[in-house]
């Protein structure tokens, strides 16, 4: 195309001017973003500079060790060790089964754990850490460090968890952690930030539970610097926790270990009380459980295996439990008589096997009856009308103030789960609870520890050391909190005469020692260790005239669940009391047969602080102790006690 | 229309040319490109791989590209702009059919070494052509409607193509460049106020149309253009990206936190640190003044761009020039505006600076070509 010079000038004129104005305006923009920069960079400078701190920095917790618990010789009963888990990102693992299936063939996965990760993993955002497997060994978490670059997403965790290594013989006394739940954290008011750490673990049952304000300690806190996606980048600083109180307890751990073991699969509770000051040297209910199987997560199978045992693996009898305490009341009611004067230690009372309470037959145990009974006889053949008798005399109100001073009805302040308090019954009592007026019957029931009176076994025990010191002994577990010894249970004298306590003693010597006693056949061989004792036969059910008149059922032909509890108490040596027991066996038939053998053995075990020698026992039974005592051993030794090589 | 209207004679020929060079232009280029390396090693962690390297190497490789086109004479370049153009439409078709797609867009060729971009490449065959054309077209006829209307169709055509796919940023960006160098041409203004009244009408309109019967855009449409409004109303969200830049930005302050001492963008705080957000790296390490540095050298690139177009007196040289120039600044300008919070985020890179082969490659070719106009410029008048 033909153009014109002049016009093309011109052209280039406009386009001269127009570059320059296009310029200009490029010139003004490029003004204008320097100046939103200088608003951004220089007056608001301070306000992003806060916010890329906060982008930056992130403060994490760190769980303090939980605080460790040994028995009284320092053998560890709790403890922490390093525990392995395997957490996986979702968002680094891309396709998390794939790498699940991998991670599967390297290590075993619990299908249950599985279910439970896929579940969470559902709920939290992807870039959070969802636990895959949970206390593993040491040789699978180093398979997974080794296969790492086949598994994107997965980590192997190092943290603490809680360990029982003497297995079920401390279950119920110590209990068990777990990890912190929803129910848990709805409980309190305003809960600590620690607990919000997943997987953290706290106290759930017994001591673990009660004394967790000491044993928990105090979370320290690492600042670190994060990315975008809340990975740690680096340690900015850290401030460490504080670790929870070490704790001692009384208990003597292979004592309790052998009571444990000594009671067996019977659904049974047995109390070892220090006379001297109240230490609990063992305190075991049967059967018991393995509480490690509580720190891992319970699996459904063997919850419902615990739950479904009508021996009550999960119930702590020893505290927990109250049964009638039977005859091993009378030596409450013969205090409470003779200390109100109702009658003298010599005075006898006429049994023809029944006494007529308000028109009705009161029963002694043994239909013919005793004859001529005085105080000493009353215990050590358990007459029933004896104490139906005094009883009447001395009237409920009296008997129960007597109960209560020797611990009975009283709520043992101890660090245990549910402890409880018993029943003493008083006129008051009834009236308030029933809403009827108390019967002389009732009182016949009491005095023979029947009826509505409850005792736990820790209370019996707790009852024949006051009764063998005539001091106020207080139960103590905790022997040391970080190394402060702490109160001893001693107690002071029983506002009860010397003389009264003597002739009970001597009744419970004769139980034992005297050739009609009804724990004859328990008794303990040799000078200076003699047992005395008590034994304790309850009712569960209530035997009917007709019952009555056809010959009494025998128990060994009743159902297990309506048999009689069988009850023991003791202490000795007679002449320097220095353990009280207190066992009882769940509809375990007679005291005398199902309780005081086992209550015998265990006094033994304490008295020689170890196996006793065969000579303690009666000459006849020696064989067969000694064949008892072979089966103990070896099943103690079956029992993994790492404990032994463990000492602290 | 012939070589002689250049006065071939008098412009330098074989290796003098190198002497002729916009060497000033060389110098920013390279600085631009420096300042790029210094800020993809302060991502990595202080590392070359895996940014700087390949950023290195295809630096080079552009430089040299951007000599050998400076070397050849400006009229070749006019004279190949309706290929380029046509070839560019091609490849822009060729991606729609065969291209990869990434980050929800189709917008990659592979051909082997490296992955093609075609829609750079149309930015500078768009203005090339344009350039071209307003070298062709008698200056009395500039403003004739139908002389108006051929150019505007020359520009919507790639810019569909381009929008296909989708790719907002860089559809603005073609339009804004050839409104631009049909400004420069000399069309009456009263066309531009024209388009800017009708856009303007539009964008009400489709404001007007929330929530009624006739609304015009998608809801997510609105609510992304709400998060852009107001970033604060949903920070994890889509306002993630802006919020997240303005802190680091504003973090930095007057003079910075110092070299590879950036927290947000190397705690990975920012999205795109290496390519697009690789702006708020600079602005939280150098602080206000890094960051104003760098405005000025690239409007100093742009002032040497406009000086040069001005001195060409040959119409396609200038208007090439002043197209390349316009690009480059929309690159840019609208980058930064979005790494502030002043734009949307559109997926623009920041001009040499930014990882990213194509762009980069395509940029130093455009500016052989202004180099080449310059070493081939009259050096008299051609009457």
Not at chain 1, 283 to 288: A, H
Not at chain 1, 509 to 518: I, K, P, Q, Y
Request: aromatic share 8%.
């Amino acid at each position: 195309m033909k153009r014109n010079p002049k016009d093309l000038d011109a052209a280039h004129g406009k386009m001269t001017r127009r570059a320059l104005f296009l310029g200009g305006l490029q010139l003004a923009f490029a003004g204008g973003l320097a100046a939103r920069m200088r608003y951004l960079q220089v007056d608001q400078a301070d306000e992003f500079r806060l916010l890329a701190e906060e982008n930056r920095i992130n403060i994490r917790l760190l769980p303090p060790a939980r605080g460790q618990i040994f028995d009284r010789n320092g053998l560890i009963v709790a403890q922490n060790s390093p525990s392995y888990r395997i957490t996986v990102v979702p968002e680094d693992a891309g396709d998390v089964e794939a790498v699940i299936a991998k991670l599967s063939s390297l290590v075993p996965l619990d299908p249950e754990d599985l279910e439970r990760a896929r579940t969470e993993m559902r709920r939290s955002p992807p870039f959070l850490p969802i636990t895959l497997a949970d206390q593993i060994g040491w040789e699978d978490i180093s398979k997974v460090a080794v296969n790492a670059p086949a598994l994107p997403g997965v980590t192997p965790e190092v943290g603490l968890t809680r360990v029982y290594p003497q297995l079920d013989d401390f279950a119920h006394v110590v209990g068990y952690v777990g990890p912190v739940s929803d129910y848990d954290l709805s409980k309190m008011e305003d809960p600590e930030p620690v607990l919000m750490i997943p997987r953290f673990q706290i106290g759930k049952v017994g001591f673990e539970a009660r004394r967790e304000d000491v044993l928990r300690g105090k979370a320290g806190a690492k600042r670190v610097e994060v990315n975008a996606t809340g990975r740690v980048m680096r340690e900015l600083d850290r401030r460490e926790g504080i670790s929870g109180a070490d704790m001692q307890l009384t208990i003597d751990a292979e004592l309790q270990n052998y009571v444990q073991a000594r009671l067996g699969r019977e659904s049974a509770a047995a109390v070892v009380i220090d006379c001297e000051d109240g230490d609990i040297r063992a305190i075991c209910s049967s059967p018991s459980f393995d509480p490690n199987l509580f720190v891992r997560g319970i699996s459904v199978a063997d919850y419902r295996m615990l739950t479904e045992d009508k021996y009550r693996p999960l119930s702590n009898k020893t505290v927990q439990g109250t049964y009638p305490p039977g005859s091993t009341f009378k030596m409450i009611t013969a205090l409470a008589a003779l200390e109100n004067g109702v009658i003298g230690p010599e005075e006898t009372v006429w049994c023809p096997g029944y006494l007529k309470v308000a028109g009705r037959r009161f029963h002694c145990w043994k239909r013919a009856g005793h004859g001529h009974v005085d105080l000493n006889t009353s215990l050590k053949r358990s007459c029933d009308v004896y104490y139906y008798d005094v009883a009447i005399k001395t009237g409920i109100d009296k008997i129960s103030e007597m109960a209560n001073m020797f611990g009975l009805g009283i709520k043992h302040e101890l660090p245990m789960s549910a402890v409880a308090q018993g029943i003493t019954p008083t006129k008051e009592w009834k009236a308030s609870s029933y809403g009827k007026d108390w019967l002389i019957g009732d009182t016949a029931n009491s005095s023979i520890g029947q009826g509505y009176m409850l005792a736990s076994p820790l209370q019996l025990a707790v009852m024949t050391a006051r009764i063998a010191t005539g001091r106020s002994v207080t139960p103590r577990l905790l022997k040391s909190l970080d190394g402060v010894e702490q109160p001893s249970g001693a107690g002071e004298p029983l506002a009860v005469s010397g003389n009264s306590l003597r002739m009970v003693r001597r009744g419970m010597h004769s139980v034992s020692n005297d050739r009609r006693g009804t724990a004859y056949r328990s008794r303990i061989i040799g000078d200076g260790i003699q047992m005395a004792g008590k034994t304790g036969t309850s009712q569960v059910r209530n035997i009917t005239a007709a019952e009555r008149a056809a010959g009494v059922i025998r128990n060994e032909d009743l159902p297990w669940e309506r048999r009689d509890h069988a009850l023991f108490v003791c202490f000795a040596p007679y002449d320097k009391p220095k353990y009280a027991v207190a066992v009882v066996v769940e509809h375990g038939g007679g005291g005398s047969k199902a309780a005081a053998p086992v209550a015998r053995d265990v006094l033994l075990q304490a008295l020689y602080n170890g196996t006793p020698p065969l000579e303690a026992y009666p000459n006849a039974d020696r064989s067969r102790i000694k064949a008892q005592q072979e089966r103990l051993e070896r099943e103690r030794v079956k029992r993994p006690l790492g404990s032994r090589s463990s000492r602290a | 229309m012939s070589y002689l209207e250049y006065h071939a004679k008098s412009t330098p020929t074989g290796l003098r040319k190198i002497l002729h060079l916009n060497w000033g232009l060389t110098l920013l280029l390279i600085t631009v490109a420096s300042v790029g390396f210094l800020m993809l090693y302060s991502v990595a962690g202080g590392s070359f791989s895996p940014w700087v390297e390949p950023q290195v190497k295809r630096f080079a490789l552009g430089l040299a590209a951007m000599f050998v086109v400076a070397m050849i004479p400006i009229w070749f370049w006019r004279n190949i702009s309706v290929v380029a153009y046509l070839g560019s439409l091609a490849l822009l078709v060729a991606v729609e059919l065969f291209g990869t797609v990434g980050m929800g867009a189709q917008r990659w060729i592979d051909i082997g070494f490296m992955r093609l971009q075609p829609s750079e490449v149309t930015k500078i065959a768009l203005v090339m052509l344009l350039a071209a054309y307003y070298d062709w077209l008698p200056p009395e006829k500039t403003s004739r409607p139908l002389w108006v209307l051929l150019p505007v169709a020359l520009i919507l055509l790639p810019t569909a193509l381009v929008l296909k796919q989708p790719d907002l940023g860089t559809s603005i960006l073609l339009m804004a460049a050839g409104g631009g160098v049909m400004f420069l041409a000399g069309v009456h203004w009263a066309y531009f106020v024209a388009v800017i009244a009708a856009g303007v009408g539009l964008v009400s309109t489709v404001f007007q149309s929330r929530g009624t019967d006739w609304q015009l855009l998608k809801d997510y449409q609105f609510r992304r253009i709400d998060t852009f409004l107001d970033p604060s109303q949903d920070p994890l969200g889509a306002g993630y990206h802006i919020t997240q830049s303005k802190i680091a930005l504003g973090s930095g302050g007057w003079s910075g936190r110092g070299f590879m001492q950036g927290t947000q963008s190397r705690l990975n705080f920012l999205p795109e640190k290496h390519t697009d957000f690789i702006f708020t790296t600079l602005a939280e390490e150098f602080g206000f003044i890094g960051g104003v540095t760098l405005l000025v050298i690239y409007m100093l690139i742009i002032l040497f761009c406009i000086a040069s177009a001005i001195a060409a007196k040959d119409r396609f040289s200038s208007l090439v020039i002043m197209g390349i120039a316009i690009t480059f600044f929309l690159f840019f300008a609208v980058n930064m505006s979005m790494v502030m919070g002043l734009a949307p985020v559109v997926g623009v890179p920041l001009p040499m600076v930014s990882y990213g082969g194509s762009a980069m490659l395509v940029l130093l070719g455009a500016f052989g070509i202004v180099q080449s106009a310059h070493i081939h410029r009259p050096r008299q008048s051609p009457r």
